[in-house]
């Protein structure tokens, strides 16, 4: 009695390699399972094994007939709880990568592999062998990757013949994954193929989209932030001011996918929530602290660095005191003054320079803020201060006792000859603002700066504050250059 044929490594396998090519029974989309031999008649029980192979005409070089150890599906493909493929047991998707402990032949003739659970295609065009360390490789398209880096993309994938360099930090789109005849996996990109080596490149943030990945050059910053020593932040090496301008070198990545600026010493966030690339027309903008400016056209200070909220109104030729330099999330600068934010545009600001007459002006407007709410009284003897004043006699007093300046007498008609005329639409603090036609003058005060005047104003109010838009002064002298 003939004994059962039993299939063990390539000696007999290697006769049933004649046979034609692989059958349709395991197409690339692996939508079906592999066709049944159902015609064969004339064998015995003992060769059945044989015979199905014979009647499929199953071209072996096709299938893995030894132990891959590993594998990586090639497609979406099923386990299966028996050898024939019949009963699927759970799904396995494209990019899988799966231990294999023995090839086990069907009755139909058809090599399997042996996994966990069950059966699984044994179809080269369905599964690859691959490398022992697979794991550390790519082997389902992360759709982009950055360059840890810098590498090359090659036309093949043994990596033999290089079309191009590519920098570290460059990101990449991928467009599949493709392997090696002896199982490493490449990543397909425009024009050839790069490493698929997760210590090479690596698939970046989902959140991508809220950080810079190309050379701003420089960036601001929007918080107050530090320089590290390493990509992963770990040692803080400076700070970093809200506002301070960096200039930077290039992006390079963390292994998990986040891109940071390289920077003189060090790293900085690449999040485009805590650093702005600034405008190209930055040199037209303030980006150091002036310290003072003067508006050179009338403006508004905003509560915002977007300017969006518009608060109290600035004067042309008022002094702003600034705090800082902060920018906006979209790269123009802002000045930092008291109750919010004001341009810092070259063309609406320009930094104030003190010199020995605008001391001696802010001395003038210090003085006359000490003396708001002091009684209004025409009385030849109280006119002229210190603790009481008509409106000529309170800009005498101001500019003497202040300043070291006498006006040409102690009332308007006079007091309207000393320093020169300036237009009302150039008014700078400490002019002195007159009411009534030239040579009739009935009034005056003195421009504190953002539309407010101070003067000796009635026996009711007494030295107050007035905003001269609701009582616009007939012209304007300057004392003081």
């Given amino acids: 009695m003939v004994k059962p044929l039993v299939i063990i490594g390539m000696s007999l396998l290697g006769a049933m390699c004649t046979f034609s090519q692989v059958s349709a029974d395991e197409p690339d989309t692996y939508t079906r399972q592999d066709s049944i031999a159902t015609n064969v008649t004339s064998v015995s029980a003992n060769d059945t094994q044989l015979s199905n192979v014979q009647a499929a005409s199953i071209n072996l070089n096709n299938y893995y007939t030894t132990n891959p150890g590993k594998i990586v599906m090639l497609v979406d493909a099923h386990t299966y709880t028996d050898n024939e493929l019949k009963n699927p047991l759970k799904k396995v998707t494209k990019g899988s990568v799966i231990n294999v402990y023995g090839v086990e032949i069907a009755p139909s003739g058809y090599p399997r592999l042996k996994v966990d659970g069950g059966y699984l295609t044994a179809?080269?065009?369905?599964?690859?062998?691959?490398?022992?360390?697979?794991?550390?490789?790519?082997?389902?398209?992360?759709?982009?990757?950055?360059?840890?880096?810098?590498?090359?993309?090659?036309?093949?994938?043994?990596?033999?013949?290089?079309?191009?360099?590519?920098?570290?930090?460059?990101l990449v789109t991928v467009q599949g994954i493709e392997y090696t005849s002896t199982g490493y996996p490449r990543l397909k990109v425009d024009g050839g193929y790069l490493t698929a080596n997760k210590s090479l490149v690596t698939k970046p943030t989902d959140k991508i989209a809220n950080y810079y990945t190309t050379n701003p050059g420089q960036v601001a910053l929007l918080v107050n932030d530090y320089v590290y020593s390493d990509l992963d932040f770990t040692t803080k090496v400076r700070a970093v001011s809200k506002g301070t301008l960096i200039s930077v070198q290039g992006i390079e990545y963390t292994s998990d996918g986040y891109p940071r600026l390289k920077v003189s010493g060090g790293y900085l966030t690449a999040n485009n929530s805590r650093v702005t690339k600034p405008v190209s027309t930055l040199s037209n903008?303030?980006?150091?602290?002036?310290?003072?400016?003067?508006?050179?056209?009338?403006?508004?200070?905003?509560?915002?660095?977007?300017?969006?909220?518009?608060?109290?109104?600035?004067?042309?030729?008022?002094?702003?005191?600034?705090?800082?330099?902060?920018?906006?999330?979209?790269?123009?600068?802002?000045?930092?003054?008291?109750?919010?934010?004001?341009?810092?545009?070259?063309?609406?600001?320009?930094?104030?320079?003190?010199?020995?007459?605008s001391v001696k002006i802010q001395q003038v407007i210090k003085l006359a803020k000490t003396k708001l709410g002091d009684p209004y009284t025409q009385s030849q003897a109280g006119r002229l201060g210190p603790n009481s004043f008509d409106c000529s006699g309170f800009v005498y007093y101001l500019y003497k006792t202040a300043a070291g300046v006498?006006?040409?007498?102690?009332?308007?008609?006079?007091?309207?000859?000393?320093?020169?005329?300036?237009?009302?639409?150039?008014?700078?603090?400490?002019d002195l603002l007159f009411y009534g036609t030239r040579g009739s003058?009935?009034?005056?005060?003195?421009?504190?700066?953002?539309?407010?005047?101070?003067?000796?104003?009635?026996?009711?109010?007494?030295?107050?504050?007035?905003?001269?838009?609701?009582?616009?002064?007939?012209?304007?002298?300057?004392?003081?250059?």
């Fill in 123 to 170: 179809n080269k065009n369905n599964v690859i062998k691959v490398t022992d360390k697979i794991e550390n490789y790519y082997t389902v398209n992360p759709g982009q990757v950055a360059l840890l880096i810098n590498d090359y993309v090659y036309s093949d994938v043994d990596f033999t013949s290089r079309v191009r360099s590519i920098s570290k930090g460059s």
């Fill in 285 to 357: 903008y303030y980006v150091t602290n002036p310290g003072k400016i003067i508006m050179l056209v009338n403006a508004h200070i905003y509560g915002d660095v977007n300017l969006q909220n518009q608060g109290n109104a600035v004067t042309k030729g008022t002094v702003v005191n600034v705090q800082g330099i902060e920018f906006a999330p979209n790269g123009y600068p802002r000045l930092k003054v008291s109750g919010g934010y004001l341009t810092a545009n070259k063309a609406n600001v320009a930094q104030y320079k003190e010199t020995a007459n």
């Fill in 406 to 430: 006498t006006l040409n007498g102690t009332v308007t008609t006079t007091e309207e000859k000393s320093g020169h005329e300036v237009s009302l639409n150039a008014l700078k603090p400490g």
């Fill in 441 to 481: 003058t009935y009034h005056v005060g003195l421009y504190e700066g953002n539309g407010v005047m101070i003067h000796a104003s009635t026996p009711e109010d007494g030295v107050k504050e007035t905003q001269i838009q609701y009582y616009m002064p007939s012209f304007a002298r300057r004392i003081l250059d």
